[in-house]
């Protein structure tokens, strides 16, 4: 349980939805630009977050239910209730969650989202494709496989293909053997297995069946913007993926990141959020199609991303963003992230091992020289705890044994 006293005496809380490093990153990211601590609802504890100097967890197994997460606000409304309370979720199904409970808070929360018509539009990846098709942002090929809908035999390209469930939110609440973030079908027979896997655990949505666009990790890209209440952007900050998780539970999720400046990949971004008329927090996902030459716009997460603190990296801080227009209620100004450094989480040797293109390992090997390389995790000036030390130490190392088990593919 939280330590009230502590918190009381901050000049705002973060509430910040979930345990992971995404969750750690953004608490860190509030406590260098404020000093303060932020509460973790999270239905258990992780290494990410436990024994944490910064963090204040708050476990509640069953956060997934709508009226026991609404219990668990309320009780942090009767400790703090004349504190302004600013809620961040880190998933897809808490960004609803929070949005769904807009009205039935009090004022003393800030809940820095768009409303759920529009949320509804860019989360489900039909509607998102369907908007990028109708705006010329590219994106990849793809059919949408309803649940009663047998699949042609003839697919409009050829495998391996993409399988992802169009409803995070559903898809989040299933545990069924075999589950993974995104499926991928070198033939026919594959295919087949897993649309049969997915409707057998009780994944009744639409599937996104979709071209796979090739290239190694190092073809994925990221791309963050921030949309103030006026409707412009405030801040865009785009990064390169240098490698990703390739775990079944964390397949896609990067796990280093360099940043530099793409204009014209922002001007495609803004095209969705202003005809959706989007605001708060877009993350987008997206590929560099080496065939045609243009990033193919893969998804956007209404919220920041597992990897944020890419941003933070660079000297912009993202929380700031929130702050400044929420609370203080100032008028913000654009910022492009122009900085170029390097997000990492896994050990120099390790990164510098699966990088293959000279020029790029060059440049990053740069980085490291010049000490532009950061790590959310390593906030040793302020987490002192021996445990969280031992915990941070052997799971960096761990990434050796994950990488031997599940190794990229191109």
């Known amino acids: 349980m939280y330590n009230k006293n502590r918190l009381s005496k901050q000049q705002f809380i973060p509430i910040i939805l979930g345990a992971s490093i995404g969750v750690y990153s953004t608490a860190r990211s509030f406590h260098e630009a404020y000093g303060v601590n932020s509460i973790s609802i999270c239905r258990h504890l992780t290494g990410q977050i436990n024994h ?58 800030i809940i820095p989202y768009t409303d759920n018509e529009k949320l509804q539009k860019v989360i489900d990846k039909t509607n998102f494709y369907k908007l990028c098709d109708e705006l010329g942002v590219d994106y990849p090929k793809y059919i949408s496989l309803k649940s009663n809908q047998l699949l042609d035999n003839d697919l409009p390209f050829s495998f391996p293909i993409v399988i992802k469930p169009t409803s995070r939110v559903i898809y989040e609440s299933l545990r069924f053997n075999g589950k993974k973030k995104v499926f991928i079908a070198q033939n026919r027979h594959e295919l087949d297995e897993i649309i049969t896997l997915l409707r057998k655990a009780g994944y009744h949505e639409n599937l996104v069946i979709q071209e796979y666009v090739p290239g190694d990790d190092t073809a994925m890209h990221i791309l963050t913007l921030y949309i103030a209440q006026d409707g412009q952007t405030k801040l865009a900050a785009f990064g390169q993926t240098l490698l990703e998780d390739h775990t079944p539970g964390g397949i896609g999720n990067p796990l280093a990141i360099r940043t530099f400046q793409n204009d014209e990949v922002v001007k495609q971004a803004e095209k969705l959020v202003k005809h959706v008329g989007y605001v708060g927090f877009a993350n987008f996902d997206l590929k560099y199609d080496q065939r045609d030459g243009k990033y193919k716009f893969f998804e956007l997460n209404p919220r920041l991303g597992r990897s944020n603190f890419y941003i933070t990296a660079t000297g912009h801080n993202p929380t700031e963003f929130y702050i400044d227009e929420y609370l203080n209620q100032e008028k913000l100004s654009y910022t492009i992230v122009k900085k170029e450094v390097l997000y990492s989480i896994v050990p120099k040797k390790l990164l510098l091992n699966y990088i293959r293109e000279a020029e790029l390992k060059g440049r990053i090997k740069k980085l490291y020289s010049k000490r532009l390389v950061k790590n959310p995790l390593f906030y040793f000036s302020v987490e002192k705890n021996i445990k969280r030390l031992f915990y941070i130490v052997a799971s960096t190392f761990n990434y050796y044994r994950k990488f031997k088990k599940y190794p990229p593919h191109s």
């Open 52 to 109: 944490s100097n910064i963090l204040e967890p708050l476990v509640e197994s069953r956060m997934e239910d709508e009226d026991t997460f609404f219990q668990c606000l309320q009780r942090i409304t009767d400790d703090f209730p004349d504190t302004p309370k600013i809620i961040i979720g880190s998933d897809e199904w808490h960004v609803e969650m929070i949005v769904n409970l807009k009205g039935a808070l009090d004022k003393s929360w």
